[in-house]
């Protein structure tokens, strides 16, 4: 079992040249031929949040006081989310022709994507310095703890990408529900309103079930708060991070002979 | 565990499911499951082939369209997994079942030699070794900053080929790409082939030109429908199957 665990890691650190090379790629042709360039990762949130502070601050004004920066940090998060699994949903289908003739470890694409959605979200954190000394937010030491939150993100983000990939190789359908699902949990998650805005049930549901509210979370703890988030917090994200790695490996790794013959 | 031979191919068989209407989403899957109408016409691509191919061996894979070569191709590189009947390979195979694999249009030829390079397995410092060789062999210094989009087919063979042999496999698997390409390109791709052959390369090579299959390559494989119609010396081999 560890021989072919080390097997399989041996695989992966020989194809790491071929993954930096994918990740490469996205990111250069993600602003190539146009004007501003890198700049809109950091101008699309920006105008988002503008947007969104305009129609929704003066309704929370009560219990939100830095509604900007609450609003950033949500949708910074919730954004890499959906883009990456939103990409990595179409990796298999969508590189059939290379898998077809040549012989590549197809969860590497999967990889490729988070990576890159990754460093897309790390270029719009200039967005959030920006807000931050805008609204005139104290930085604070605890910002240094936020790649901690960032790995959970990560990982849990591969997992559901793994797992996309695979389910869309045999039914198409689910690059279309897909897109409702993330606009649910979109709403489900509260980047936009105080948590405390949901009834009780529906907060304890979103409390206990939306990962994604365990990362925002914390992230506003370290950002917002200056404080470090609660322990449980931090255990239940990792926990659901690595149970969703899991899973997604699972799923794909029984379906990946498959994959050529669907493609 | 037959340790003399490079590539052993005991009795494989390849099954693929031939469906007149894909069924790739939940409505049809769940229709034909209740028609049950969900296992399509089995095709069997290869029956029961044996090939055992020894270190620096030339083999040749002959047959009509739709005999199965490239299927026999792919199961070798790895990208198929065989229905029935065990594969062993020992070498690092260099697969050159189309040229350019992994080109990606909107990247410059630069860019895209790294990237195919990627692909093929190869590490950032070969890459970057090899650099200068895969430019001078493919003739195309002045093009190396143009999007690869803008290339003729010519240019795309000639860089991919460039790219695939630029180190000396131990398993070289070339399925029908040289077709496209001048006869200057020819010339050119055929001597490369013969320097890896020297070198002691295994070469598996499927063309439908007899005369270079009897330069190239000591043996041959003749596939019809999925079935070893004959397998031995090309000289041989070349002779009956010409006589159709």
Same mark, same amino acid.
């Given at each position: 079992m560890l021989l072919k665990l080390r097997s399989k890691l041996s695989v992966f650190l020989k194809y790491s040249f071929l993954l930096q090379q994918l990740v490469m790629r996205d990111i250069k042709l993600k602003y190539r031929r146009s004007f501003l360039g890198y700049l809109w990762s950091i101008l699309n949130p920006l105008m988002i949040m503008l947007v969104m502070t305009a129609v929704f601050s003066?309704?929370?004004?009560?219990?939100?006081?830095?509604?900007?920066?609450?609003?950033?940090?949500?949708?910074?998060?919730?954004?890499?989310?959906?883009?990456?699994?939103?990409?990595?949903?179409?990796?298999?289908?969508?590189? $059939? $022709?290379?898998?077809?003739?040549?012989?590549?470890?197809?969860?590497?694409?999967?990889?490729?994507e988070v990576t890159s959605s990754l460093v897309n979200c790390l270029f719009?954190?200039?967005?959030?310095?920006?807000?931050?000394?805008?609204?005139?937010? $104290?930085?604070?030491?605890?910002?240094?703890?936020?790649?901690?939150?960032?790995?959970?993100?990560?990982?849990?983000?591969?997992?559901?990408?793994?797992?996309?990939?695979? $389910?869309?190789?045999?039914?198409?359908?689910?690059?279309?529900?897909y897109g409702v699902i993330t606009t649910a949990w979109l709403y489900l998650t509260p980047i936009f309103y105080p948590v405390d805005a949901l009834g009780p049930h529906l907060m304890r549901f979103v409390k206990w079930f939306n990962p994604m509210y365990a990362y925002i979370t914390q992230f506003r703890n370290l950002v917002m708060e200056r404080a470090i988030p609660d322990i449980r917090l931090v255990i239940y994200g990792y926990v659901v991070a690595f149970l969703a790695l899991l899973l997604g490996l699972y799923a794909f790794y029984r379906s990946k002979d498959k994959f050529i013959l669907y493609i | 565990m037959n340790n003399d031979y490079q590539i052993s191919i005991d009795n494989v068989s390849m099954r693929f499911n031939l469906a007149n209407q894909k069924v790739d989403n939940l409505k049809e899957y769940v229709i034909k499951l209740i028609k049950k109408e969900l296992f399509f016409k089995e095709f069997m691509a290869l029956t029961d082939v044996n090939l055992h191919v020894r270190k620096g061996e030339s083999w040749a894979i002959v047959g009509r369209n739709g005999a199965g070569k490239s299927t026999l191709l792919k199961l070798i590189c790895g990208i198929l997994k065989p229905y029935s009947g065990t594969i062993q390979v020992n070498g690092n195979v260099a697969p050159l079942l189309e040229l350019g694999a992994g080109f990606d249009g909107r990247m410059t030829a630069r860019e895209n030699i790294y990237l195919n390079g990627a692909v093929l397995g190869y590490s950032k410092g070969f890459m970057q070794e090899k650099f200068n060789e895969i430019v001078s062999f493919s003739e195309l210094q002045d093009f190396l900053d143009v999007p690869l989009i803008n290339y003729s087919s010519g240019m795309r063979a000639r860089l991919g080929f460039a790219v695939a042999t630029i180190v000396h496999p131990e398993i070289l698997i070339v399925d029908e790409v040289l077709a496209v390409g001048d006869a200057k390109f020819q010339v050119k791709c055929e001597t490369r082939m013969q320097e890896l052959l020297s070198g002691g390369t295994t070469l598996l090579y499927v063309s439908h030109s007899i005369a270079q299959v009897k330069r190239l390559c000591q043996n041959a494989l003749w596939l019809d429908q999925g079935h070893v119609v004959m397998s031995g010396l090309s000289e041989d081999v070349c002779k009956e199957y010409e006589k159709l």
């Open positions: 003066t309704m929370f004004k009560r219990t939100i006081e830095n509604f900007p920066v609450y609003l950033l940090t949500g949708r910074l998060f919730f954004d890499f989310m959906t883009e990456s699994t939103k990409h990595s949903m179409n990796t298999v289908t969508g590189n $059939a $022709a290379l898998i077809k003739k040549a012989y590549v470890p197809t969860y590497i694409f999967v990889v490729a719009s954190l200039g967005a959030l310095f920006i807000v931050m000394v805008f609204t005139q937010t $104290a930085f604070s030491f605890c910002l240094l703890l936020t790649p901690l939150v960032f790995l959970q993100l990560y990982i849990f983000c591969m997992g559901l990408g793994l797992f996309l990939s695979q $389910a869309s190789v045999f039914f198409r359908d689910i690059q279309y529900i | -």
